[in-house]
């Protein structure tokens, strides 16, 4: 079931796309930096880009979605389709401890 989230702008919004129908794929998420809008708004790798601000993504060839992307200044909308199973991300911890390596 397709879900819409919003980031909060401006830029930058931390994840990696890739595809486009210039590369006979789907636009998808393909990392999400740890501790960014991205990550906060629960965004993961493996979720499907489906629409940017209301455009459609069927149609959009991978530089027309960065475009759209960049073009975003007060926030960013994404349409996303949920992956069935999630791909791995590292979990970021601001209070993970320090271990020197000997």
């Not at 998420?29 to 459609?56: C, E």
């Not at 791995?88 to 390596?101: C, E, G, V």
Request: proline content about 9%; overall charge positive; hydrophobic content about 35%.
């Amino acid at each position: 079931m397709p879900q819409n989230v919003v980031l909060p702008g401006p830029a930058p919004w931390g994840f990696r796309l890739t595809g486009g129908i210039d590369f006979n794929q789907p636009l998808i998420i393909t990392r999400i930096t740890p501790g960014s809008k991205a990550s906060a708004a629960n965004l993961s790798p493996g979720d499907v880009i489906l629409a940017i601000d209301g455009y459609g993504t069927e149609n959009m060839t991978h530089n027309d979605a960065q475009e759209r992307i960049k073009a975003a200044s007060h926030q960013l909308c994404l349409k996303i389709e949920r992956a069935e199973s999630r791909l791995w991300s590292p979990k970021f911890q601001k209070t993970a401890k320090h271990i020197p390596l000997k």
